[in-house]
Nanobody, 115 residues
Framework: QVRLVESGGGLVQPGGSLRLSCRAS????????MNWYRQSTGKQRELVAS???????NYADSVKGRFTISRDNVQWTVSLQMNNLKPEDTAAYYC?????????WGQGTLVTVSS
């Protein structure tokens, strides 16, 4: 059974930083592309960043240069370091993986950027 558990959200002022983590279980973690999505009120869920099994990374244009995705294939975790946060980064952030063409999601962690 695939399980994803996020942590690390919270309230931060504009310009601040947060680090999100997601621990996976139920999959051979090192073989999978891991993703971070976010969804803010009234908007569709959007892909923020992904990292494949070789460590290649992709980012949404809106976060390039500010966010960094990384993975630990020993701890089976994927992290999202978020710097220079802006109010428009406020959203629920979800860790996600596809297994056998089915998407799996964590419970989400809320990030609020506000002064």
């Amino acid at each position: 059974q695939v399980r994803l558990v996020e942590s690390g959200g919270g309230l931060v002022q504009p310009g601040g930083s947060l680090r999100l983590s997601c621990r996976a279980s139920g999959i051979n973690f090192r073989l999978y592309t891991m993703n971070w999505y976010r969804q803010s009120t009234g908007k569709q869920r959007e892909l923020v960043a992904s990292i494949d099994s070789n460590g290649s990374r992709n980012y949404a244009d809106s976060v390039k240069g500010r966010f960094t995705i990384s993975r630990d294939n020993v701890q089976w975790t994927v992290s999202l370091q978020m710097n220079n946060l802006k109010p428009e980064d406020t959203a629920a952030y979800y860790c996600s993986v596809r297994d056998r063409d089915l998407p799996y999601w964590g419970q989400g962690t809320l990030v609020t950027v506000s002064s």
